[in-house]
């Protein structure tokens, strides 16, 4: 007894994708895992007309539970109608890891899956990606696939080093499996210690970017690990009784640059994390008599909003595109 996405008022990501590679803007994949995130996320692309896709993560799932997640989509939807814009929503599943997640998300109701499949071999990687294709297009749900490994955490997979997409794999890979959009691996990485502290920040390889891009033009490229580890919270973070040295992320200029370029689609949980941690943190150690989670999660949301409608604005392009 599966459930569309259409019926909850989401949708796929295909128009949103051939309008950004056309305005040269990205679309923002922000995660989330409770109610206070999802909130800040609506209010913030709704104030700044933004089309968004809900990023959820296996573990997100775990967390929130699948069947309260299919509702707070819809809740999501109803609310960005209610705050006065309809902005496409999408709901899509971040890092599948094998056909039956991807199946599971597609029957209850998410909108666009990424089946990743980069840790295995090439030809591996193909017939899973394709696996999933033909499901998820079966219902009209737009799929993600993903060459070449992101260093850090990818769900409950640690890959200690990175290896760069290789453009000679990526028209055979698209065409073999039918997907709607291909991530690739540039450089960056998951999570808050992206670069190593003390040394200048090596720049993403727009090279590889480039070649990828003439190998498969005007097809939608994705952009994992795009977090810019925001100092400010990481320092409100370490002055509150965290310690999150030398966490370091991808510098705004890099993602402007991806953003304008057939990267359509751009990733950021880290940066919600660290936001929503430290305005926390803040709160409790400036009054430790409150204990009404609403006390200090209304703060911490008030943030979010505010951080992710600079990202629209300022970094990926997407305010007033919706
Ligand atoms: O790519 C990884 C995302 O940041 C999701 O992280 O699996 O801890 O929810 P998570
Ligand atoms: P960050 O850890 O940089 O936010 O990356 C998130 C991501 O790529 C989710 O898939
Ligand atoms: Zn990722």
């Not at 808050?192 to 480039?210: C, Q, S, T, Y």
């Not at 994705?222 to 810019?228: F, P, R």
Request: with cysteine.
């Amino acid at each position: 007894m599966g459930v569309s996405y259409k019926d909850l008022g989401l949708v796929n990501t295909r128009e949103m994708f051939a309008k950004a590679m056309e305005g040269k803007y990205a679309i923002p994949a922000y995660n989330f895992n409770n109610l206070e995130q999802l909130q800040a996320i609506i209010s913030a692309c709704v104030e700044s007309k933004s089309p968004v896709i809900l990023q959820v993560s296996k573990g997100a799932r775990d967390y929130a539970n699948a069947t309260m997640l299919r509702y707070m989509a819809m809740g999501a939807v109803e609310y960005a109608k209610e705050l006065g814009c309809n902005v496409p929503i999408a709901l899509h599943l971040d890092h599948g890891d094998t056909f039956e997640t991807c199946k599971s998300c597609v029957d209850f109701g998410f909108s666009s899956v990424m089946i990743d499949g980069s840790h295995h071999s090439f030809e591996e990687n193909i017939a899973v990606t394709k696996q999933v294709v033909e499901y998820a297009h079966a219902h009209d749900v737009t799929v993600e696939g993903e060459l070449g490994i992101l260093a850090g955490i990818e769900d409950e997979v640690v890959a200690e080093v990175s290896s760069y997409t290789d453009p000679d794999q990526v028209v055979e890979f698209v065409e073999r499996t039918g997907v709607d959009s291909l991530a690739i691996s540039i450089g960056t990485s998951h999570g808050a210690f992206k670069f190593k502290a003390g040394e200048p920040v090596p720049p993403l390889r727009f090279d590889i970017l480039e070649e990828c891009e003439k190998r498969i033009p005007g097809f939608p490229i994705v952009l994992h690990g795009a977090s810019s580890v925001l100092q400010d919270y990481v320092t409100m973070i370490n002055q509150y009784g965290g310690d999150l040295k030398g966490a370091l992320g991808v510098p705004e200029e890099q993602l402007r640059k991806a953003a304008a370029s057939s990267v359509c689609k751009i990733n950021i949980d880290s940066d919600g994390r660290l936001v929503f941690t430290a305005k926390i943190r803040e709160h409790l150690a400036n009054n430790p008599d409150h204990f009404d989670p609403r006390q200090y999660l209304k703060p911490a949301r008030a943030d979010l909003v505010k951080m992710y409608k600079a990202k629209n604005e300022n970094v990926l392009g997407s305010a007033g595109k919706a």
